[in-house]
């Protein structure tokens, strides 16, 4: 108990808060890149991945519509710019749901808001549960579980 009252002598400094930042923005920009595989794929142009050296700066041109930006062969058959665009809508809030969720869980598990000290289902059960009352029924009334009955 006395450890669950002493405060983090670890100080707060910025990198955590430029890592969170990074990568936020490296999911961002991976959606980005994966709603236009999607787009393509649905076209019929395969799995279209750019390479490494166009990875961020195709993106622009990406948001733009172009189906094709960043490819190093682009096939023949690419999405249309309005597919692409919902392809990285779709991804884009897709990529923001689950963060935000995976954010809460955390928080709810490890953040400063935290339940602390409380019991799980199981244990909450095993100690006070039907099962226990149903043991020990001839302590808690023996008028009527006694070992007269």
Do not use: C
């Amino acid at each position: 108990m006395q450890r669950a009252r002493r405060t983090n002598p670890y100080p707060f400094t910025w990198e955590i808060p430029v890592a969170t930042v990074v990568a936020a923005a490296l999911l961002l920009i991976l959606g980005i890149h994966a709603g236009r595989a999607g787009a393509n794929l649905v076209a019929g142009a395969g799995l279209t991945l750019p390479s490494r050296e166009t990875l961020f700066t195709s993106v622009p041109a990406t948001l733009g519509g172009d189906a094709g930006a960043g490819l190093s062969s682009p096939p023949s058959q690419l999405a249309g710019p309005l597919a692409v665009r919902v392809w990285v809508s779709l991804v884009e809030a897709v990529l923001l749901t689950l963060t935000l969720w995976g954010i809460k869980a955390g928080m709810d598990r490890w953040g400063p808001g935290r339940i602390q000290g409380m019991a799980t289902r199981e244990e909450a059960e095993r100690l006070l549960g039907r099962s226990r009352l149903r043991k020990s029924a001839a302590v808690v009334r023996p008028d009527l579980y006694g070992k007269r009955r």
